[in-house]
């Protein structure tokens, strides 16, 4: 895993970035707080890509059963996306690169939630994604 992060984190041309949101929520309501995340993160990749003029597309890891993230990129103004297409989603296991964002997310989240049974990878995020990181750490949402 160590291997992985140092390669991704030092690939050039490649950035990182994650989004998180704390909550207690379960059900239902977990559900809308995932989508509201996705939407705020679809949003922040929008302007992004906008303000340098670049088009982009976000790949998922899934089988593309959870309906809301499509409202996420249905809800922009097409006049003005950057983003040019709802999410496609592809089993990590048949994408190296889905496998990589994977890897970011895991690491970036055992980095804040710091759970006793993987202080094993608490500082990798620091260590070898940070300084590929394009929003300079994970940003809450």
């Known amino acids: 895993m160590q291997l992985a992060l140092e390669t991704?984190?030092?690939m050039a041309g490649v950035r990182v970035g994650t989004v998180y949101r704390v909550?207690?929520?379960?059900?239902?309501?977990?559900?809308?707080?995932?989508d509201?995340?996705?939407?705020?993160?679809?949003?922040?990749?929008?302007?992004?890509?906008?303000?340098?003029d670049e088009l982009g597309m976000i790949f998922m890891d899934g089988d593309g059963t959870a309906h809301g993230y499509y409202s996420a990129h249905r809800g922009m103004k097409l006049a003005h996306r950057s983003i040019i297409e709802d999410?496609?989603?592809?089993?990590?296991h048949r994408s190296q690169l889905v496998q990589m964002a994977d890897l970011v997310a895991?690491?970036?989240y055992q980095a804040?939630?710091?759970?006793?049974?993987?202080?094993?990878?608490?500082e990798w995020y620091d260590t070898y994604l940070r300084s590929a990181d394009i929003n300079g750490g994970p940003v809450p949402c």
């Not at 804040?112 to 608490?122: C, E, I, N, T, V």
């Open 8 to 10: 991704i984190g030092s």
């Open 23 to 34: 909550t207690g929520a379960t059900g239902r309501a977990y559900a809308r707080e995932r």
């Open 36 to 52: 509201d995340l996705y939407a705020r993160l679809v949003d922040h990749l929008d302007m992004r890509l906008g303000t340098v």
């Open 87 to 92: 999410p496609l989603f592809q089993h990590s």
């Open 106 to 108: 895991w690491t970036s």
């Open 112 to 122: 804040l939630l710091r759970h006793p049974g993987k202080s094993y990878a608490w």
